[in-house]
Nanobody, 120 residues
Framework: QLQLVESGGGLVQPGGSLRLSCAAS????????IGWFRQAPGKEREGVSC?????DYAESVKGRFTISRDNAKNTVYLQMNSLKPEDTAIYYC????????????????WGQGTQVTVSS
């Protein structure tokens, strides 16, 4: 059974950093694209970054967030620097075969999410 588990969220001050992890089990990560999405209270879930053939980022996080993957550890990471209050959300990772997508409906497997709060 394909499972994804996020970790690494927490409370951080503006300008701080966090590294989120998305650990996969029940399948081999290599052929999958892994997307990071986030959902703030009262807002739609939105794409943040995706690790497929090449990394891709939403405009709002370009230059601040970096996605990486360690296929040997079956884990994808999201390094988040220069965090802003507007980055506050629940962050989810999701998997789909081969290609990245910005459409959340294209992803069939999701983790449970990890809360990121950016506040002074």
């Amino acid at each position: 059974q394909l499972q994804l588990v996020e970790s690494g969220g927490g409370l951080v001050q503006p300008g701080g950093s966090l590294r989120l992890s998305c650990a996969a089990s029940g399948f081999t990560l290599r052929p999958y694209a892994i997307g990071w999405f986030r959902q703030a209270p009262g807002k739609e879930r939105e794409g943040v970054s995706c690790s497929g053939s090449r990394p891709d980022y939403a405009e709002s996080v370009k230059g601040r967030f970096t996605i990486s993957r360690d296929n040997a550890k079956n884990t994808v990471y999201l390094q988040m620097n220069s965090l802003k209050p507007e980055d506050t959300a629940i962050y989810y990772c999701a998997a789909r075969l081969y290609r990245c997508s910005w459409q959340k409906t294209d992803f069939g497997s999701w983790g449970q999410g990890t809360q990121v709060t950016v506040s002074s």
